[in-house]
Every structure is written in C-alpha cells, then in structure tokens.
C-alpha cells in the first residue's frame, strides 16, 4: 500500500467531497511543527477540530500508546477495559456526573445528550416534553439530528422531513431566549432548560451566564457543548 504515488488531487478523484482540505498533505509532525509531503514544515495552530491539541509524536504519549498496542489493541463494546474504566473513574471523581458515557465522535456525543435528555424529559414528564432550542448558524455534527439541532439548512436540506420539535433562536440573543425558555412552554435555550424544555448550542461565557438566570424550575436540563469535553449534562 506505501508504494503508491497519492498527491492531494487523489482526494479528488477517489474521496467523497464532504470537506474540502488544504492544498498540501501533512506527513509527519513533532510538538507543533509539521511537515508535508514535500518536505515544507509548518506550525500547526490547530491540531484538529475541537479536540484537546496534545502537540504531535510527544514521547509520554507514544510511549503510552506502544504499551497499550502491545498489550491490547480493540476490543469490541462486549467487553470492558481497564484503561476506560480508570478514565470513567476519574472524570467521575473530578467533574460533576456519576456516570461516563464515551463516543467516537462529537456527532455521537451530542446526539446522546440529545437523547438522552429527551428520554429523561419523556420518563418524568410525559410525550409533551420533547422541543429542543437551539440556534441558527451553529454546528453539533454530521448526524441527520445533530444538523437539523444546528440551523443551517445547508446541511439539512434535500434527505427528506427533518426531525420535529426542534425551534431555532437567533445566536446570542437574551431577549429571544428569556421569551422562549418559559416555564409554561415546551422549548430550550443554549446552556439551560426550563421544567418543560431541552436545549443545546455552544455559547459565549456572557450569553451563558444571562440565560442560565433566565431558567426556572427543579427539573431543568442543561446540554453545554464543550470544545474539548464534549457534551455535558446537568441540572440547573
């Protein structure tokens, strides 16, 4: 397989054009230098989309990585590790849930919060808790629910109905939540939920704060979209 000659135009003849990716082909990378295939070197202000950018070929990291290889290298969801079962234990120690839930993509982990919250709503509340709030113009993943949850209809439009109970708010605006997360109605906000809403969407610290004062009732669920964490789930 190494043999064969790949430029960046072999993305466009054999790969599906759901990204369109930079002109170049990384190759190799240390700390946060990177070099392409043609031997240019760059620093990488990146390192990927929302993940935790650990700088490329660190050696605790690789050494991490080659004694779990030559130990145990997958295993499928019918069995558990001790590996995730200790970073279980951890998060659990030093965050706020009693349970981990793990995912193999922001995708995935957000539309578990979604379900998840759905499904508490429907346990303790009944069928009629079921609207999620969101906001237009934001992102939660390539899933068909997560990107009807982000309002943008580029990436929901043409595969059909999309999933219902989903309202859209303007970005940022307080007036708009604070109108639509009442306790009376059936909705949710960007960082907090009232007794009778589910919501979702990644906001800034200020817009946060305002609307976590708007939120009302013992039974509120928050979905907060993290960079790095990935979805959290809590009551307000």
């Known amino acids: 397989m190494n043999d064969q000659n790949v430029t960046r135009q072999t993305f466009d003849e054999v790969m599906v054009p759901v990204f369109s990716p930079a002109s170049f082909v990384p190759d190799r990378g240390v700390g946060s230098r990177v070099w392409d295939t043609q031997g240019k070197d760059y620093v990488d202000f990146a390192g990927g989309i929302a993940v935790t950018a650990l700088g490329h070929a660190h050696p605790e990291l690789m050494q991490v990585l080659h004694d779990q290889g030559a130990k145990l290298w997958h295993i499928g969801n019918g069995y558990t590790n001790e590996p995730v079962l200790r970073l279980a234990k951890r998060l659990e120690?030093?965050?706020?849930?009693?349970?981990?839930?793990?995912?193999?993509?922001?995708?995935?982990?957000?539309?578990?919060?979604l379900k998840l919250a759905r499904r508490v709503a429907f346990d303790r509340h009944g069928a009629e808790k079921d609207e999620i709030v969101s906001f237009t113009q934001s992102f939660h993943g390539r899933t068909f629910f997560t990107v009807s949850v982000g309002g943008q209809p580029k990436y929901s439009e043409?595969?059909?109905?999309?999933?219902?109970?989903?309202?859209?708010?303007?970005?940022?605006?307080?007036?708009?939540?604070?109108?639509?997360?009442?306790?009376?109605?059936?909705?949710?906000?960007?960082?907090?939920?009232?007794?009778?809403?589910?919501?979702?969407?990644?906001t800034c610290s200020a817009y946060a704060s305002g609307g976590t004062a708007i939120a009302h009732g013992p039974e509120q669920r928050l979905i907060w979209y993290c960079r790095h964490g990935r979805p959290r789930v809590s009551r307000t």
């Open 93 to 113: 120690e030093l965050t706020f849930a009693d349970r981990a839930f793990f995912a193999n993509s922001g995708a995935e982990a957000n539309e578990a919060a």
């Open 158 to 202: 043409g595969f059909g109905p999309v999933p219902a109970g989903i309202k859209h708010l303007p970005y940022n605006d307080i007036a708009a939540a604070r109108a639509a997360i009442r306790p009376r109605r059936r909705c949710t906000s960007s960082a907090l939920l009232p007794p009778r809403n589910i919501f979702t969407s990644s």
